[in-house]
T-cell receptor, first 112, second 114 residues
Framework: GEDVEQSLFLSVREGDSSVINCTYT??????LYWYKQEPGAGLQLLTY?????DMKQDQRLTVLLNKKDKHLSLRIADTQTGDSAIYFC????????????FGKGTKLSVIP | ETGVTQSPTHLIKTRGQQVTLRCSSQ?????VSWYQQALGQGPQFIFQ???????GRGNFPPRFSGLQFPNYSSELNVNALELDDSALYLC?????????????FGQGTRLTVV
């Protein structure tokens, strides 16, 4: 079956690094994604990683993938108050279609 | 701004009624997907349309149906509304079909069923 799990809450101080973790179950997933959702808004794609990669860095964001353990993490360096939001991990499933299976989301609170 | 617009932004319906939600895709995008996001949950895939044909469906009953038009805009129809249908409905458009293709999400339609 398909299931994506995340811890529900994370609180960090402004300027510190945030690490949001995710586990997934579908070993056939070829792409894994991180989305951000601010209150009352839709989803914003932050980054994605192809399953044959271990790491991807994009400015303040670093994604680590451990395919053996089916573990994905998102590190946000120098976390700012504007980073406060809900972060969703998602895997793509369904051959030939862009069907995303999302976790329940991790609410990141940044303390000034 | 993603270029994906959804209407209406908010809607209140009575149990048993029918509702139509609309999505205007980003220009040039031929693929649209619909998701249901219940309060405190992640989005759940309802179905996807590619060039006016349904291309994949999640675990939703047949009273959830959709259409994609020649201009690639889309509708989500829900018949016989139930209280549990209350959720944020998100539309996402993609330039083409396939994994790794970025999906751009609209702001969503908040449906409340009373």
């Amino acid at each position: 079956g398909e299931d994506v799990e995340q811890s529900l809450f994370l609180s960090v101080r402004e300027g510190d690094s945030s690490v949001i973790n995710c586990t997934y179950t579908d070993s056939s997933s070829t792409y894994l994604y991180w989305y951000k959702q601010e209150p009352g808004a839709g989803l914003q794609l932050l980054t994605y990683i192809f399953s044959n990669m271990d790491m991807k860095q994009d400015q303040r964001l670093t994604v680590l993938l451990n395919k053996k353990d089916k573990h994905l993490s998102l590190r946000i360096a120098d976390t700012q108050t504007g980073d406060s939001a809900i972060y969703f991990c998602a895997e793509s499933t369904g051959a030939g279609s862009y069907q995303l299976t999302f976790g329940k989301g991790t609410k990141l609170s940044v303390i000034p | 701004e993603t270029g994906v617009t959804q209407s209406p932004t908010h809607l209140i319906k009575t149990r048993g009624q029918q509702v139509t939600l609309r999505c205007s895709s980003q220009s040039g995008h031929n693929t649209v997907s619909w998701y249901q996001q219940a309060l405190g949950q992640g989005p759940q895939f309802i179905f996807q349309y590619y060039r006016e044909e349904e291309n994949g469906r999640g675990n939703f009953p047949p009273r959830f149906s959709g259409l994609q038009f020649p201009n690639y805009s889309s509708e989500l129809n829900v018949n016989a509304l139930e209280l549990d249908d209350s959720a944020l409905y998100l539309c996402a458009s993609s330039l083409r079909l396939g994994e790794g293709t970025e999906a751009f999400f609209g702001q969503g339609t908040r449906l409340t069923v009373v």
